[in-house]
């Protein structure tokens, strides 16, 4: 292997994205040329570096320090760089790496076996949420709900409709204690009442609801006019800012 004394060159981008390294010239049997094409080919793994041979480029770069350092700082670093990396990966090269051998799959068992005790009570424990869930009902979601559907009510507003509620809940005595044993009410029968009370021709409730009745008395009736409103049954209207209510023509007629 030859290795020419460094020629000083104009500053450059060279291969290491700073200055050029200094002119070393490199020939052996692997490679012919300059330590900045030689850093190329390495990092870009063109040539095998352990047929390059490091410890006389390292000797040139010696010689050059000594020289002509002192006038080019910048170049003397850039190829301080070369060097360092072309060390670093010819080490590597010659360094052996350690053989792992794969753990073969009885092995592995061997290693978790100990331990897979500590997950049978998990295991069991999701095996009988499994089959509770399995004996359960899901009843798939339909869309299209009737109940969901919006009805109208004119130019009545909810707001409306809670000022009516409230007028006649004024009017209402409070409600006696009553042993919780008792039937609950039935919103359907609730709703055959209101709707057989229900005039044919509009009125406000004041007019409808008459006598004396409780508070919960009140919610019930309110609750089924307002089903009864959903289900096309009975009507509702706004008369010079008053709610009233009447029966729809259908039914007024049957």
């Known amino acids: 292997m030859a ?3 460094p020629r000083r060159r104009d500053d450059q981008i060279g291969p290491l ?3 050029d390294p200094p002119d070393i010239q490199i020939e052996c049997a692997a490679f012919t040329g300059s330590l900045g094409m030689l850093f ?4 870009e793994r063109k040539i095998d570096l352990l047929d390059v041979p490091l410890a006389p480029i390292c000797e040139a770069y010696f010689q050059y320090v000594i020289g002509s350092a002192a006038d080019d700082l910048e170049s ?4 301080l760089t070369a060097l360092a990396y072309l060390l670093e990966r010819k080490a590597w090269v010659l360094i052996p790496a350690p053989e792992v051998d794969e753990p073969e799959a009885d092995d592995l068992f061997d290693q978790v076996e100990p331990y897979v005790h500590e997950f049978v009570p998990i295991i069991e424990d999701l095996l009988t949420r499994r089959e509770e869930r399995e004996s359960l009902f899901f009843r798939a979601a339909d869309p299209v709900l009737p109940y969901e559907v919006p009805f109208d009510t004119g130019d009545v507003t909810p707001n409306d409709l809670a000022r009516a509620f409230e007028r006649i809940l004024s009017r209402a ?8 044993s008792r039937p609950r009410r039935s919103l359907s029968d609730q709703m055959i009442l209101v709707l057989k009370a229900l005039p044919s021709e509009f009125q406000s409730l004041e007019e409808i609801v008459v006598g004396e009745f409780t508070r919960s ?3 019930w009736w309110f609750l089924a006019l307002l089903e009864l409103i959903r289900l096309g049954q009975a009507s509702v209207r706004l008369e010079e800012g008053e709610v009233q209510f009447a029966k729809k023509a259908q039914e007024a007629a049957s």
């Open 3 to 5: 290795v020419a004394l």
């Open 17 to 19: 994205g700073v200055l």
């Open 40 to 43: 190329v080919c390495v990092r």
């Open 76 to 79: 003397s670093a850039v190829a």
């Open 173 to 180: 005595k409070p409600d006696t204690v009553e042993p919780l």
């Open 217 to 219: 008395e009140v919610v």
